[in-house]
């Protein structure tokens, strides 16, 4: 039994490591089409990582699940819905940063995901969501808040984009969870057949908006963002949404935005003030803490 407890608790602080490296991931997919300066739109970029990560997902679930569980899972209504909320995240979340700016943006549609995708598993009746996350969730938001320096938009259509965009991940999220704990099925493969969905929904998009995917380092960009920056992204993030409750992949998910702007200060020279450094400290202290009471609820439940 010790063995046993000893061995789920390395699994959960691994799942939580998984999620954190994931998001490192998912920072430097925007990271690298500025660093690439290629003419692609956004839409049309978001809909080449959907469409390249969801193949190389359904490749890596093959080889690594077999085929047997992606048969049945692609029948699931519940991963159409995932599919839609992939493809609507990212779109989404472009349009509307392109209208009230990306800080904004980010603001609005990470800080809203956790809060939502914690208030969502609860009506789905997966548990209500603990004290401690609830504090380490709005520490980190205010912590981001910091960091994005965002101001008041009044661009009202692009607010609705971007909170449409943060109920998208968030439902994605929460709808993911709930198939592994439901299911027996691993958060491998319900995430690839979600994004193989969205692969196939992305497709007129790609075919109407892919006139810049001629030059060298277009093609680069696209097998990057596509096979790393969600691939391998989102297989860690499957092992996160194996282990760990819904909200809190979602908050773990606010380390994000702290690597996008470390990756932009010492890769892209942007330029950071002691607000937005100080608002990475907070975020990253959250998620600290948010990890450590994780680990010790765990710790409890394993040893009950």
Same mark, same amino acid.
């Given at each position: 039994?010790?063995?046993?407890?000893?061995?789920?608790?390395?699994?959960?602080?691994?799942?939580?490591?998984?999620?954190? &490296?994931?998001?490192?991931?998912?920072?430097?997919?925007?990271?690298?089409?500025?660093?690439?300066?290629?003419?692609?739109?956004?839409?049309?970029?978001?809909?080449?990582?959907?469409?390249?990560?969801?193949?190389?997902?359904?490749?890596?679930?093959?080889?690594?699940?077999?085929?047997? %569980?992606?048969?049945?899972?692609?029948?699931?209504?519940?991963?159409?819905?995932?599919?839609?909320?992939?493809?609507?995240?990212?779109?989404?979340?472009?349009?509307?940063?392109?209208r009230i700016g990306v800080a904004m943006g980010t603001l609005?549609?990470?800080?809203?995901?956790?809060?939502?995708?914690?208030?969502?598993?609860?009506?789905?009746?997966?548990?209500?969501?603990?004290?401690?996350?609830?504090?380490?969730?709005?520490?980190?938001?205010?912590?981001?808040?910091?960091?994005?320096?965002?101001?008041?938009?009044?661009?009202?259509?692009?607010?609705?984009?971007?909170?449409?965009?943060?109920?998208?991940?968030?439902?994605?999220?929460?709808?993911?969870?709930?198939?592994?704990?439901?299911?027996?099925?691993?958060?491998?493969?319900?995430?690839?057949?979600?994004?193989?969905?969205?692969?196939?929904?992305?497709?007129?998009?790609? &075919?109407?908006?892919?006139?810049?995917?001629?030059?060298?380092?277009?093609?680069?960009?696209?097998?990057?963002?596509?096979?790393?920056?969600?691939?391998? &992204?989102? &297989?860690?993030?499957?092992?996160?949404?194996?282990?760990?409750?819904?909200?809190?992949?979602?908050?773990?998910?606010?380390?994000?935005?702290?690597?996008?702007?470390?990756?932009?200060?010492?890769?892209?020279?942007?330029?950071?003030?002691?607000?937005?450094?100080? %608002?990475?400290?907070?975020?990253?202290?959250?998620?600290?803490?948010?990890?450590?009471?994780?680990?010790?609820?765990?710790?409890?439940?394993?040893?009950?």
């Amino acid at each position: 039994m010790t063995s046993l407890t000893h061995k789920q608790s390395e699994h959960h602080v691994g799942a939580i490591f998984s999620v954190l &490296a994931a998001s490192i991931l998912f920072a430097t997919g925007g990271a690298s089409r500025a660093f690439a300066g290629f003419p692609g739109t956004a839409i049309s970029v978001g809909s080449w990582r959907v469409f390249v990560g969801g193949i190389g997902l359904l490749i890596y679930a093959r080889y690594r699940y077999g085929s047997a %569980g992606l048969k049945v899972l692609v029948k699931q209504p519940i991963l159409w819905i995932m599919g839609i909320a992939v493809l609507s995240y990212q779109i989404t979340f472009f349009i509307g940063a392109a209208r009230i700016g990306v800080a904004m943006g980010t603001l609005v549609a990470l800080g809203l995901a956790p809060l939502l995708a914690g208030m969502l598993s609860w009506w789905l009746g997966m548990g209500k969501p603990s004290r401690q996350w609830a504090i380490c969730t709005a520490v980190g938001v205010g912590g981001l808040s910091l960091l994005t320096s965002a101001g008041g938009s009044k661009d009202i259509a692009g607010i609705l984009f971007v909170t449409v965009s943060g109920w998208s991940y968030a439902a994605f999220t929460v709808l993911g969870v709930k198939m592994v704990r439901t299911h027996n099925f691993s958060g491998g493969e319900v995430l690839a057949v979600a994004f193989g969905i969205g692969a196939v929904l992305s497709t007129p998009i790609i &075919a109407l908006t892919s006139s810049w995917v001629t030059a060298p380092k277009s093609i680069a960009l696209i097998i990057w963002v596509g096979l790393f920056a969600t691939t391998l &992204a989102y &297989a860690l993030f499957g092992i996160g949404i194996s282990h760990l409750p819904a909200g809190t992949v979602s908050t773990l998910t606010l380390f994000e935005p702290v690597m996008s702007t470390t990756i932009g200060v010492f890769v892209l020279d942007e330029t950071m003030n002691l607000r937005g450094w100080f %608002g990475c400290l907070v975020i990253i202290g959250a998620l600290g803490l948010l990890g450590y009471f994780e680990s010790q609820t765990k710790r409890s439940s394993t040893n009950a």
